[in-house]
C-alpha cells in the first residue's frame, strides 16, 4: 500500500520515469536488491505497472500486469548469464511525448518507454549499456579462442609420438594446467560486476 501511495506521489504514468536516488526506497525493486552482495542501484526507470532497475550485477524487473492491478511479477537478469546486445536509443520527433530504449539481454528484448524530458540522463544508461555489451562481446572472444587452444594441444598431444605411459603423464599434465589456465582466463575476461563502468557513465 506505502509502495502504492510512493508511485501515485511521484506522477507516473505509462511513460516511465526516472527516479533518483532519494527516491529508490519508495519502488518495489529496492526489496530485492541483494545489497549482502554489495549490489547497489545505478539506474532505475518506473512507470505505474513496471520498475527496470539496473544495479551492478542485473538488471531486476519488476513486472505489472497493469496499472490497476497490485499482482507483480519478479525477473531478473545477471549480465554474467545474460548478454546485453543490440542496444538502441530512439528519440523523439516533433510531436512524439516519449523516448525509448531499446535491448536484448539474453535472449529477451527489453523496450523502455521514458518522457523525453529525461533524454540526456537516459543517454548515460545508453552509454553504460553500449559498453558493457562490447566488453562482454570481447571477453567472449577472448575465452573461445582460450578454449579452442588447449583443444589444439591436446589435439597435437594425442597425435604425438610418444609410448603409452609417457601420453598418460603428458595429458594429465596438460588437463590440469588447462584447467588451472581456463579458471584464470575465466575469472578475468568472464565479469559479473560492472558497476565501474555504471559510476563511469551515469551522472546521478
Known amino acids: 500500500m506505502l509502495k502504492k501511495l ?9 511513460i516511465g520515469k526516472i ?19 554489495n549490489e547497489k542501484i545505478y539506474f532505475l526507470i518506473k512507470t505505474k505497472a513496471d520498475e527496470y532497475c539496473f544495479t551492478n550485477l542485473a538488471l531486476i524487473h519488476v ?6 492491478s497490485s ?12 548478454k546485453i546486445s543490440n542496444v538502441l536509443l530512439e528519440t523523439a520527433g516533433k510531436i512524439d511525448m516519449d523516448i525509448e530504449i531499446k535491448f536484448t539481454l539474453g535472449n529477451q528484448a527489453i523496450s ?4 523525453k524530458d529525461e533524454i540526456d540522463r537516459l543517454k548515460d544508461l545508453y552509454k553504460a549499456l553500449l559498453y558493457i555489451a562490447e566488453t562482454t562481446h570481447e571477453n567472449n572472444i577472448i575465452l573461445d579462442m582460450a ?4 583443444d589444439k594441444a591436446v589435439t597435437v598431444l594425442q597425435n604425438s609420438r610418444t609410448n603409452d ?20 582466463v575465466r575469472d578475468q575476461y568472464h565479469e ?4 565501474d563502468v555504471f559510476e563511469k557513465y551515469i551522472n546521478n
Open 19 to 37: 527516479i533518483g536516488p532519494e527516491d529508490y526506497d519508495k519502488t518495489d525493486a529496492d526489496d530485492y536488491v541483494r545489497h549482502e552482495d
Open 192 to 195: 559479473k560486476d560492472f558497476g
Open 6 to 14: 510512493a508511485s501515485d506521489a511521484l506522477g507516473l504514468s505509462d
Open 112 to 115: 523502455i518507454d521514458v518522457h
Open 71 to 82: 499482482k507483480r511479477t519478479l525477473k531478473r537478469f545477471s549480465y554474467s548469464q545474460n
Open 63 to 68: 513486472d505489472g500486469e497493469n496499472a490497476a
Open 147 to 150: 578454449g579452442q587452444s588447449l
Open 165 to 184: 605411459a609417457n601420453l598418460s603423464e603428458q595429458y594429465k599434465e596438460l588437463t590440469e594446467f588447462g584447467f588451472s589456465w581456463l579458471k584464470s
